[in-house]
């Protein structure tokens, strides 16, 4: 079954609206979340890496001020698009690891977001 | 940079042998992983190489070569329902974390 949750899997909305993505592991305390965009026929972007309890930590490009992360406990994480506009409309998708170099990367079955 | 180059498309017929390559340029390497995902869906973790070598996992194996930069992902006896993208990715402990950086991504066509 599936490890990590990630909701919504989709969503649809206004141009200037805020959305809020969350990202839960289900059965292990996750040290370090990552968000990944993806756009269509293109591979997966790291936006961001976000340890449990400090600021996260985001690639070079990535707005902070417009993708904002929280990982508040182990097992949850939330990427909040501020302010979306429709050029923000992609495939976002959250993962989990456990900590280890062997041990693998889970990733939520992703978020569609489309904005009007 | 870095960065993590795989051949765009690859098309198969059922029952054959694909190998998909990836050469990689990166700040810091941990190992070699490969994900499958279907359009739409999550990446899910196929086979991880930390060291040298083969490894094989069922239908599919993958292999490294740290000194060359490259390692390959091989899939035998094609399933329609490989029909996918295969990405490889690289952990990076470059820095002060940890990260998965992914590779250009191969789309595999399966034909009947």
């Known amino acids: 079954g599936a490890v990590v949750s990630q909701h919504p899997s989709w969503v649809i909305c206004k141009s200037g609206t805020s959305v809020k993505i969350e990202c839960r592991s289900l059965?292990?305390?996750?040290?370090?979340m990552f968000w990944y965009r993806q756009f269509p026929k293109q591979s997966l972007m790291l936006m961001a890496t976000?340890?449990?309890?400090?600021?996260?930590?985001?690639e070079q490009g990535v707005e902070k001020d417009k993708f904002l992360i929280n990982h508040a406990s182990l097992t949850l994480s939330t990427l909040t698009v501020t302010s979306a506009h429709p050029e923000d409309s992609s495939f976002y998708i959250c993962?989990?690891?456990?900590?280890?170099?062997?041990?693998?990367?889970?990733f939520g079955d992703g978020t569609r977001l489309s904005i009007l | 940079g870095q960065s993590l180059e795989q051949p765009s498309e690859v098309t198969a017929v059922e029952g054959a042998i694909v190998q998909i390559n990836c050469t990689y340029q990166?700040?810091?390497?941990?190992?070699l992983s490969w994900y499958q995902q279907h359009d739409g869906g999550a990446p899910t973790f196929l086979s991880y190489?930390?060291?040298?070598g083969l490894e094989e996992t069922g239908r599919f194996s993958s292999f490294l070569s740290r000194s060359d930069s490259y390692g390959y992902l091989l899939l035998q006896e094609l399933q329609m329902k490989d029909s996918a993208s295969y990405f490889c990715?690289?952990?990076?402990?470059?820095?002060?974390?940890?990260?998965?950086?992914f590779g250009t991504g191969t789309l595999l066509a399966v034909q009947p």
């Open positions: 993962s989990a690891h456990g900590g280890g170099a062997n041990q693998p990367q889970h």
């Open positions: 190489n930390a060291l040298d």
């Open positions: 976000s340890n449990e309890g400090s600021k996260a930590t985001y």
């Open positions: 990166t700040s810091g390497f941990y190992g």
């Open positions: 059965d292990f305390q996750a040290t370090t």
């Open positions: 990715a690289v952990r990076d402990y470059g820095g002060a974390t940890n990260k998965l950086i």
